[in-house]
């Protein structure tokens, strides 16, 4: 995925374009409608994210800019200010809303981490910058991945230098390195794309990334503590339902599994093409999945999306596409 962000000056890649396409299965016990396009074609969007309190959408793109849109109208509020500190408009890569608080005292904070390696907090009701944390290493970082805790008193990031890291909310400090030295397992080994906080456990939290593993890490044990092999991660593909891990993996077959926490054995190939009407379709390279649970029904539902047929698919909880939104002129990253 991000090579192709990386190389975006490429006369070979295809305008962006706002057209697409919904289908949905006869059996599909949901419908699917637009709701609103927000922003423009000119620059490609990486990560997007809905507020929890159905207040804002906000959007990173490849120009550098953080973006935050009405989700009712679709309209431009704003964007947020970067801090003062970082020169130049590094491109943030993802976004992640701080989790807490009511709808009537809603405090609209997310983090963001850009190709610099700096991570930076962001007051969405003002439009500024609170706080950075700039990249000093004697290398060069970028942050691909990030994920709030449940409480949202501490966060994870990972990226380019291969190790997941954890940082206190409130000091902005980081608290905790997972070193794969100080738990006696092998960690990553390439680039990490994705890291997850298990809602239910608030010390254990998986990454992945291109060396097609899944690390599972224990904050008590201070680094990892198992992996799961098999999973080409390249985008925000990594989500947890109990003891379920779903993967969304970067290839043309088996591109979303399920796993188990525990034992890290394979429960589910799920298939893309699934058994009715999608059958006939082209595979997807798959570079953004989780899990959603119907806020009327509990019915678990995944949702995902990517790249080769540029497309998101709905599936239901018996692991079937019901719903394909799809045709974008692009890869699908978030």
């Excluded at 962006?16 to 922003?39: D, H, P």
């Excluded at 997310?110 to 390696?117: H, S, T």
């Excluded at 949202?152 to 990031?157: I, N, P, S």
């Excluded at 954890?166 to 990490?192: C, Q, W």
């Amino acid at each position: 995925m991000f090579d192709e962000v990386e190389e975006l000056k490429d006369d070979d890649l295809p305008e962006l374009s706002e057209s697409y396409t919904i289908e949905t299965e006869q059996s599909a016990n949901v419908s699917i409608f637009q709701r609103s396009i927000m922003g423009d074609v000119s620059v490609p969007c990486l990560s997007a994210l809905l507020d929890p309190f159905d207040q804002y959408v906000i959007g990173c793109y490849s120009s550098g800019e953080i973006k935050v849109f009405d989700p009712h109208g679709g309209s431009h509020i704003k964007d947020l200010q970067k801090n003062s500190e970082i020169t130049g408009l590094p491109i943030t890569s993802v976004l992640k809303f701080r989790p807490g608080g009511e709808s009537g005292d809603h405090e609209s904070i997310i983090i963001g981490g850009d190709n610099d390696g700096n991570i930076t907090k962001y007051d969405v009701g003002d439009g500024m910058a609170l706080e950075t944390i700039k990249w000093e290493g004697e290398n060069s970082n970028k942050i691909y991945a990030l994920d709030y805790s449940k409480n949202g008193r501490h966060f994870a990031t990972a990226g380019l230098d291969t190790t997941v890291k954890i940082y206190d909310d409130i000091t902005m400090k980081m608290t905790l390195e997972l070193d794969p030295f100080k738990s006696g397992h092998a960690g990553h080994s390439n680039r990490v794309f994705a890291v997850k906080f298990n809602k239910e456990d608030p010390n254990i939290l998986i990454s992945g990334g291109w060396d097609n593993n899944i690390i599972i890490y224990d904050i008590r044990e201070k680094g990892p503590v198992n992996s799961i092999i098999g999973a080409y991660i390249c985008g925000e593909s990594l989500d947890f339902s109990g003891n379920k891990i779903l993967s969304g993996s970067n290839r043309l077959d088996k591109q979303l599994q399920i796993w188990d926490l525990e034992t890290t054995q394979l429960l589910k190939n799920i298939d893309w093409k699934g058994n009715g009407s999608f059958k006939e379709h082209n595979n997807c390279r798959v570079f953004c999945s989780k899990f959603l649970t119907h806020t009327d029904t509990g019915e678990e539902y995944i949702l995902a999306g990517g790249g080769v047929t540029n497309e998101i698919r709905l599936f239901n909880s018996e692991y079937e596409p019901i719903v394909k939104i799809g045709n974008f002129s692009r890869g699908c990253f978030t």
